[in-house]
């Protein structure tokens, strides 16, 4: 049985994020900038903020190991 695999009301991320991957990379390489800018994430409810939220810190989260040394560490917290 093949289903939807989105459950409507809880976040999804990884394979099961689509469609937002460009703006995942562009807002992680300015967050991972010390020139970069502030960034802000608005939507109605319902439209996907958690699970973009959820897929930007794995992405930051796998950036980690590729810092070089003396330079500036990025990660998320989530409040």
Request: glycine residues 12%.
């Amino acid at each position: 049985m093949s289903g939807n695999p989105f459950n409507y009301g809880m976040p999804v991320f990884g394979e099961r994020f689509v469609g937002r991957w460009e703006q995942i990379e562009e807002m992680a390489e300015d967050l991972s900038n010390p020139d970069g800018m502030s960034q802000m994430l608005v939507g109605g409810r319902r439209f996907g903020k958690s699970s973009f939220l959820e897929t930007l810190q794995r992405k930051l989260i796998e950036r980690l190991p590729q810092t070089v040394p003396g330079a500036y560490y990025v990660f998320p917290v989530l409040v």
